[in-house]
């Protein structure tokens, strides 16, 4: 919220509260001027604020903070719904045994392999798609409907449509003696095209706003200097593109990495195809142990807030939530 | 996250309100559950009514639903449908009622004891036996007139009918979930071994278990297995006997295949024939016992109902209603003597009036292999010990006796003391 450029209640207060020039309070350096006339009201402004925010703040901790809390909790506790009498603290016992896993690795090494994967190939076909529809000349509405179809199909739904589509029995893409959704990489591959096939309209979405941005008398400017198509897209859109396709990114990227319910369905995580998700899920729904699901749960939460760390301490100034991003 | 999933299924169930005689059935989505269900609501005359509340087919599902829903001390649950190796993990957890006096005497009445022992947890009686099942050795009988007693003399035969160019595969199913478990399972007790001591604590897997692991890898080294053996569940492996021109001359499957085979119009099911399952060198045969039982939930607030439902749901004449038209064997001794015919089924339009003689050509042997069968370990950690048994086990091929058994004796030991990480 704060980001979003001028605060309309900082300018309002330098408006009216206080007597201050209207010209400066209108272009939004108020600020500059007047500190310290400012300090009393805007303090009170600061403080309705705080009071007109508190509601939101406590559902937000109520929903938010307090099952993050009791995670953890739960994380540091031998706690199995199966040994109601054996609860008990144990400190970091469940990081060490989920850490020393073999199990829980080969699961991060395959969420991280269908996360790069998967974000990849849809950024460049999420490019195309969004110059695609972008350019089109004719039928714009039908190319742009045509292409979200997969993104409005429930995900579960989808997932099922490929499964049938690979099995064994009735698969159309598959032979009697053909099970491709048995076997380890045939099934990673098969996740990553249901992935791609599902989110791709997502990222073309993300990705066309950013398209809007770019100024045609750039691109016409760039052209009479003689730069040809790939020069105009590498020089010119990518560069005045790179917040929204940061947001894209960032978005997939977390989204993927938390990936489930594709799995759930085409495989169930057999054949070493678990994601962290889902073998969380299996521990903690069909294991019923509350303390390592629990760990697994806080251990995904940490590797989503380093992949948004990353992103933003990587791409600087560009990313989305920075300081200087929104009021550029 | 748990904490606030457990909290909000509480909230959801405690909406609900019933009439006092109501007692909910959380059993699978079977089509013989109605015909009992009504059956029951007749005679109880008003005193109690059943409710049928279906759960998914698949059993991972209605565990899940369940175990959530208990988890969370829902009252709304009164009859349980339970799988014969859930009943040591709900008992531990305390959500099952125990069986006692008049009720208990009634279940013992007249109920094999194998399936008997997988209601059993603890030396107390948590859940009454509906149905059982066990798995034989179905074979062509052109091919071998006399079946193989032993494993060994299995695959000598397999060995030699494949030299011949006859079909020779020996299936069994060995894709990588609960049915691998079920025949690492018979292979271990067939061979004298047992997975876990009686009382679940320990690991008994030994050489018995390793011989066990031997047969696995030996069958697949010598390519006397389908080729498609890591991806064959039960399924699969009546199909794949089925077609004129398979290569199988063996399979150990469960007694659907009869119907399955005849319904499939199969050119192989004039020569179908069935026997016990096979020992390992001097040791019969122990087949691991299947089926499902029914328990009276813990939080249940009209279990005196709840219990008399439970009796009356499996009677003689339900349980050979849910034999004949469900397909799913007896757990009373005096039901596979039974040769009286029954009314049509529900839904046949043929009219025909089936006995179990009819239904169960194979039920002599059925009943002898209960006499002997093996139960899957009795743990309240089952699920954990099958998710990483079945998961070291996959693929056959891969196993290495030594190493893999092992392996299995160090996961397994995590499992028990319900240490570690499932898969």
Same mark, same amino acid.
């Given at each position: ?328 | ?57 698949? /059993? ?114 060995? /894709? ?96 179908? /024939? ?23 939930? /813990? ?125």
């Amino acid at each position: 919220m704060t980001t979003q450029g001028p605060n309309p209640a900082e300018t309002a207060a330098g408006s009216t509260a206080v007597a201050e020039p209207a010209e400066d309070a209108k272009r939004g350096n108020g600020k500059k001027n007047g500190k310290s006339a400012l300090s009393e009201g805007k303090r009170a402004e600061r403080r309705l604020a705080w009071l007109l925010c508190a509601p939101a703040v406590i559902v937000m901790v109520a929903v938010t903070a307090w099952p993050i809390i009791y995670s953890l909790w739960l994380s540091l506790q031998r706690y199995d719904l199966r040994f109601p009498d054996d609860t008990e603290f144990v400190g970091l016992d469940n990081y060490v045994a989920v850490l020393s896993s073999g199990y829980w690795w080969t699961a991060f090494g395959v969420t991280l392999a269908i996360t790069v994967v998967s974000v990849a190939i849809e950024l460049v076909l999420g490019m195309v798609l969004a110059l695609v529809m972008h350019r089109a000349l004719v039928g714009r509405g039908l190319v742009r409907t045509v292409s979200l179809i997969p993104y409005g199909i429930v995900t579960v739904v989808a997932a099922f449509s490929w499964y049938f589509a690979w099995d064994q029995v009735y698969g159309y893409f598959t032979g009697p003696d053909d099970a491709p959704l048995t076997q380890t990489i045939p099934s990673l591959l098969i996740i990553v095209l249901a992935e791609v096939w599902k989110t791709t309209p997502f990222m073309a979405l993300l990705l066309m706003a950013g398209l809007a941005l770019v100024p045609d008398d750039l691109l016409k400017a760039a052209a009479m200097d003689g730069a040809n198509a790939w020069q105009r897209f590498t020089k010119v859109m990518l560069p005045v593109m790179k917040p929204a396709i940061l947001v894209a990114l960032l978005f997939r990227t977390l989204d993927a990495f938390r990936i489930f319910d594709n799995i759930f369905v085409l495989t169930k995580g057999q054949n070493d195809t678990s994601s962290v998700s889902m073998i969380t899920y299996n521990n903690l729904i069909k294991g019923l142990n509350l303390g390592i699901g629990a760990t697994m749960s806080v251990l995904i939460f940490i590797s989503v807030a380093i992949i948004a760390f990353v992103f933003i301490k990587l791409f600087g100034t560009a990313a989305p939530g920075s300081d200087t991003e929104g009021r550029r | 996250m748990a904490g606030s999933l457990l909290t909000a299924a509480g909230v959801v169930a405690g909406c609900s309100s019933e009439a006092d005689n109501v007692v909910t059935l959380y059993y699978a989505l079977e089509q013989y559950v109605p015909h009992i269900v009504a059956t029951c609501n007749e005679e109880a005359n008003g005193e109690y009514q059943i409710v049928h509340r279906q759960l998914p087919r698949d /059993a991972d599902g209605q565990r899940e639903q369940m175990v959530r829903r208990l988890a969370a001390g829902d009252t709304d649950l009164d009859l349980l449908g339970l799988d014969v190796t859930w009943v040591p993990e709900f008992a531990e957890a305390k959500w099952l009622a125990e069986w006692t006096g008049e009720d208990k005497a009634s279940v013992e009445e007249d109920t094999l004891e194998v399936p008997l022992k997988t209601a059993t947890w603890d030396g107390k009686l948590y859940a009454a036996p509906m149905n059982t099942n066990v798995q034989l050795l179905w074979y062509d009988k052109s091919l071998t007139p006399e079946p193989p007693k032993t494993w060994e003399e299995m695959i000598e035969m397999s060995r030699d009918l494949k030299a011949q160019g006859k079909p020779y595969q020996i299936l069994y199913t060995g /894709a990588q979930y609960e049915g691998l478990v079920v025949a690492f399972n018979s292979l271990v007790n067939s061979a004298g071994g047992q997975v876990l001591s009686d009382d679940g604590t320990e690991v008994t897997l030994d050489d018995k278990a390793r011989r066990a692991l031997e047969i696995m890898r030996q069958m697949v080294d010598e390519g006397l297995n389908s080729p498609s053996l890591s991806n064959a569940q039960e399924q699969q492996v009546v199909d794949s006997f089925s077609p004129g021109d398979s290569q199988a001359a063996f399979q150990i499957n469960w007694p659907f295949v009869y119907a399955a085979t005849r319904d499939a119009k199969s050119p192989r099911f004039e020569n179908l /024939a069935w026997t016990t399952y096979p020992g390992v060198g001097d040791n019969p045969g122990r087949v691991t016992v299947g089926g499902f039982n029914i328990a009276v939930s /813990a939080y249940s607030e009209k279990k005196d109902l709840a219990f008399k439902a439970a009796r009356c749901l499996r009677q003689a004449k339900n349980q050979k209603y849910a034999a004949i038209c469900g397909g799913v064997p007896p757990t009373l001794e005096s039901l596979y003597k039974d040769e009286e015919p029954i009314a049509p089924c529900d839904g046949d339009t043929s009219g025909k009036r089936q006995s179990m003689v009819d239904a169960y050509p194979m039920r002599d042997d059925i009943l002898k292999s209960l006499e002997t069968a093996a139960v899957r370990p009795l743990t309240p950690v089952y699920q954990n010990l099958s998710t990483v048994t079945s998961k070291i086990l996959s693929p056959p091929g891969s196993i290495d006796p030594q190493a893999t058994l092992e392996e299995l004796r160090e996961e397994l030991n995590n499992a028990v003391q319900s240490q570690g990480v499932l898969p």
